[in-house]
DNA sequence: AATGAATGAGCGTTCATTCAT
DNA sequence: AATGAATGAACGCTCATTCAT
């Protein structure tokens, strides 16, 4: 396989300790040690800790967010992109579920916004049309009380909570690891009624 | 006023930094220069990062989901009390956004567990109970496809995801600072028709 | 004495590597022992190396060039300044003989020129009114087959190579320290009387 | 030719750096890029540091101060000597402005001294005549207030001085490169004239 | 109570050098 | 002969913490 290169295995063990451990501020010496090889071969690849940030931060926005936003662009029936795209997100973040975290905790820091730039700019463009097309459902089937903004953010929120929030709620909850993911896997059908309101 | 004690100037700063500004590896340094101080006076006081870490989380945790714990437990009827805690959550997280994700962060440094403990202990007694009333409320109300683990876990993520992920969303959404805040505020009442299905 | 402030014995070190022992390149470990202090205090006082560069570089650049650009200015007779500067810049050399190698060395690494952009800019004011004085000089006493632009040249050349190649010559001619600083101590008024061209 | 074995390439890439551009402490992967090789393969044909400096400066040495030493110690007369001597010296030093900072900047790290042995003892040799030579011909020319250490000194002064200050003195005198090299090479005749006291 | 000064531990990074091919 | 990959040692710098006053 070709996930054997050196590259590869940084690159892996970056988004293990960062998105999926969810050491947000891990050290490059972290990083190598969980690679297996040297501090110094890390430089050697990545040239410094801000490129490996930028590097994997993208493949990882890229295969969550910027597809998500694909998949709820797609030319099919509304209901149809909402199950699929809750589908997606919920598989992206049993994979990495701190993600969000680590790209809010960079955020703050304030430094170099140029890291979500692309985010940003891609979802702006995404929801002006989307936006629209949830209002039209809304308004469709009737429901009530909600504006296409809560809609969206309704989704979002209940897909992405128990991942992020997972070191406290599978321990309050009283779930094994494996419980607390079957737990989430099976919460994709009951999101996708209760955002679409087809509680019957 | 109590207020301008050294002590409460360095919580008020620590929780300033690190639960609304979102700050979760705040130095200390920038916690005595945000609260006007000397940075040796800081461990005069708190003695070392730890124990201040502790001591704000604590009281955090106190205000905000022990809070939250005793109200659901109150006497009163069910419904009533979902939207009372709905509000309380929502408004301690106006003012702490971030609270969650400290502690999430935290914990994943799995360092001393006992920083959590409390809330824990607290939450799995708490639980225990609660979620035999919810489960009373769903066949009450013949609410479907919904256990009463995914009901807590929808009031909170519905509530506290917008808070976590604001400096994204608020962004995506193209609202200022005040906009945002209305936006979440008035989703109270939603959330609260949501949990509870009543929508008409 | 106020020599004994820290920031002073830094400064001390660094110049005495810098500029007498001729370690160009020394290490902020090297200079913070040779102060005896902590490395990390040397950032404490100076932020960083480059800082500390500066600082250093200014004042021996002030105490010697600048210095010499004035005795070089005063209005008194021509003879007596070029005597009075030989004097000074000679001084000045025997306490750092390495000065002029560091300057060197730090410009063909460069960086920021701004290190240097004070001696420069004074240096060529002063130049422009100095050249002309000189040049008088050279008609009036009709010496031959010089420049003004040799004259200064000459100046600097026989007081400053002595010192700059110290570690070579002085081994070279079989001196002790001590006797090879009498012998370029001897030289001012033979480079005196060489370059007014009193060979009497 | 033999120019193009990648040894050769290798020390005028090492010389270009270290006595041409004055980077006394050039990196191996700055002379490997300049040579245009890899920097593994340096250390194929030098070992390793240490030996690429001793190797090129030992070349450069014999080029131009043994060289020197040998047209000083030639049966020709006294004047011509100096003059031949003056202009070997000066052209060597056009080609490599540096060389004598970097053996100073070499031999204040004071590691091994053996890099300059056979310099300091072929010199010695070579000084014990000489300067008895000069001697003679001071007495014969009545030349006063001069010693022949004065006398030898005074002439590596006049030559090598502008070269080794060239980035601040060609800056200083406002001239170009070009322009200061020439300036350089007309001082030939006027150091010539100068040290042997021809001043008509 | 309050502060400037001081320190040790650690982090990101560079660099000469070596290894494997 | 030649090179990409790998490593240990060191360097500049930061930071939590302590000391002295």
């Known amino acids: 396989m070709k996930e054997e290169s050196p590259e590869n295995l940084i690159k892996q063990s970056a988004k293990r300790l960062f998105f999926a451990k969810g050491l947000l501020n891990a050290k490059m010496h972290e990083i190598a040690q969980d690679a297996g090889i040297n501090r110094a071969l890390l430089h050697y690849y990545f040239r ?11 493949e990882a926005v890229d295969e969550t967010f910027i597809r998500m936003f694909s998949i ?23 994979e990495y579920p701190f993600i969000e975290s680590f790209i809010i905790s960079e955020l703050n820091k304030e430094q ?3 890291l979500t730039q692309p985010l940003i700019s891609e979802g702006k463009k995404f929801l002006k049309k989307f936006l629209k097309e949830i209002d039209n459902y809304i308004k469709a089937n009737k429901i009530p009380h909600i504006t296409p903004e809560d809609f969206i953010v309704n989704m979002m929120a209940l897909c992405a909570y128990p ?24 919460r994709k059908t009951m999101i996708t009624r209760l955002v679409l309101m087809k509680n019957k």
Chains 1, 2, 3, 4 share one sequence.
């Open 72 to 94: 709820l662009s797609e030319d099919i029936p509304f209901e149809k992109k909402i199950e699929s795209a809750i589908h997606h997100i919920i598989n992206c973040l049993a």
């Open 112 to 114: 170099d916004q140029n």
């Open 48 to 58: 410094n800790r801000d490129n490996l940030f930028q590097i994997v931060l993208k």
């Open 163 to 186: 991942y992020s929030t997972m070191p406290i709620v599978q321990n309050l909850l009283g779930l094994t690891e494996k419980e607390y993911n079957i737990f989430c896997e099976k």
